[in-house]
């Protein structure tokens, strides 16, 4: 799976058959085929603990908890990852343009990136990242 327009590889190379062995149905749906959870549905979309919110398949961090926010989009919604843990990919499917985020160590399928909506936030950015592609790590632990 390409990660980026460079076309750089996931470090974390598995089949498809090795991810559904260790994804329940749902993350397999929309960490490696690209889908969306419901909006309003996902388990951290109100979370508000510290901690660290990692790839829902390969458990690399890639948010940290001070950077989400309340959008009122529906999902978890972040205004920077970690550097270099999300790579964007253009995505035109469905007749539309937008930027596709994906984990860059494994390239499992997180959401969407969204500019110049003027959140405030110290970047006019929102990561629109699907619960269920993420595992939360609570500071706690």
């Not at 690399?60 to 950077?67: F, G, R």
């Not at 959401?111 to 939360?136: A, I, M, Q, W, Y």
């Amino acid at each position: 799976m390409s990660t980026d327009a460079q076309n750089n590889a996931p470090r974390v190379q598995k089949t498809e058959d090795e991810w559904r062995a260790i994804l329940s149905p749902e993350q397999f749906r929309v960490l490696r085929e690209r889908g969306t959870e419901r909006a309003g549905t996902g388990e951290y979309e109100h979370t508000k603990d510290d901690g660290v919110y990692n790839c829902g398949a390969c458990e690399v961090p890639l948010y940290k908890s001070t950077t989400k926010f309340d959008s009122g989009c529906g999902w978890p919604a972040f205004y920077e990852a970690f550097p270099g843990a999300v790579n964007r990919i253009e995505d035109r499917r469905f007749g539309i343009e937008r930027t596709e985020i994906v984990c860059a160590n494994c390239g499992s399928h997180l959401g969407h990136v969204f500019k110049g909506e003027g959140f405030p936030t110290p970047v006019d950015e929102r990561h629109c990242v699907n619960s269920v592609s993420l595992k939360f790590v609570s500071e706690d632990k």
